[in-house]
């Protein structure tokens, strides 16, 4: 999977879910090499830009995607949630049963869900 808007990054996959989530890291870590380096970062294209601009290869099954991407600012934020108590004892559990904070576990958790990892 290639993705147009930032040269040189691609994700590849067995299948199109894996393609994605790859194409994702990448993007990721594509972005903050940049971010490191003090490097601009291109503007994003829509969808309908890409298609206008971009060779579609459609015949080779190609298709176009928006792959939604978080980027850390590195500034932990304080944040005042509300959850159910069973909830909150099974996200504890398992957060420890995967040696990760609570916090971590719910921000990574939440990292999932947006990016659409399952």
């Given at each position: ?5 930032l ?15 790859d ?27 890409l ?38 004892a ?29």
């Amino acid at each position: 999977m290639r993705v147009p808007d930032l040269p040189g990054c691609h994700g590849g996959g067995a299948s199109p879910e894996e393609a994605i989530a790859d194409a994702t890291s990448a993007v990721r870590e594509w972005i903050e090499t940049r971010t490191t380096r003090h490097l601009p970062l291109p503007a994003a294209r829509t969808v309908a830009q890409l298609l206008l601009q971009e060779e579609l290869n459609a015949a080779a099954g190609e298709s176009a995607v928006m792959i939604p991407v978080l980027v850390d600012s590195g500034r932990p934020v304080r944040a005042n949630l509300s959850l159910d108590a069973g909830l909150l004892a099974a996200i504890d559990e398992e957060a420890g049963r995967r040696g990760l904070t609570r916090s971590a576990f719910i921000a990574s958790a939440a990292r999932e869900k947006i990016e659409g990892h399952r």
